[in-house]
Each structure stands twice: as structure tokens, then as C-alpha cells.
């Protein structure tokens, strides 16, 4: 299960507060497609990857904008991470709102298990090169 852990911290009170929320939302689609019942609810998971994709829209937005501002050296690969995701997420919602998906319990664990494996990938291979990086942004905005 994707969990938060304090050593995933950035040290960027917005970044590390979106990426809790991520986690949850991620913990949200994970319950929903391990159901007690294996039936998995297509407008539950539906509305779960909406609010995700959402979700992940505003933190890029927020976490490119700082590393912009900041002048950040890892800026172009960031990005290059968080347009994969959101290409991956379409394409998801895309077939989940087509009916697609073939069997959605198979679906669910994948996108499951790529959810919370890239989640956590990014964070400590990629956002945690941030630390310490782009504190005038941070201030500038406080």
C-alpha cells in the first residue's frame, strides 16, 4: 500500500502537503479496487481517477512554477516525469470512460500498482533533488 513516510519530506511545505494528498488519493484508488466482494465499482474508481488526475494537474502546476521561478537544474527532467503520468492517466481514463478496460479488476491492480510505485519512484528519486534548491522561491512567496 502507498504510504507517506517523513523521510519523503522535499523540505516545501506545498510540495510535501501535495504529495500527502497524492498518497491519499492513491490509498483511495487502492481501496476501491480491492474490494471484500472482487467487484470492483467502475464509477467509484471513475471518479477516484478524476480526482486524481485533478489533483496531479494543480501539484505539477504548483511544483513546475517553483522550479521555474527558482531557475532549478532538474526542472526539464521533472517535467518530462510529470508528462508521462499525466499521458498515463488519460489514457487510463480514457479507456475507463469508454468501457475499455477489459477485466477492471486486472485494470485496477495495474494502474494500482503503477500508481504507487511511481508516486513513491518520483518522490525520492527526483522531487527529493529539490531540498535545499529552491528555498528563494519558498521565500519569495511567503
Known sequence: MATWQ????VGIDVVDDDHQELFALVRQFEEASKTASG?????????????LQAYVHDHFEREETAQQEAGYEGYAENKRQHDE??????????????GDWGDLKVATENMRSFL???????IMKTDRKMRGR????VRKRA
Not at 6 to 9: D, T
Request: glycine share 2%; no cysteine.
Open 6 to 9: 517523513e523521510h519523503m519530506r
Open 39 to 51: 467487484q470492483v465499482d467502475p464509477a467509484e474508481i471513475g471518479h477516484i481517477l478524476e480526482r
Open 85 to 98: 503520468l499525466r499521458a498515463t492517466l488519460e489514457k487510463f481514463l480514457v479507456k475507463h470512460r469508454a
Open 116 to 122: 504507487a510505485i511511481w508516486l513513491q519512484e518520483h
Open 134 to 137: 529552491i528555498l528563494p522561491w
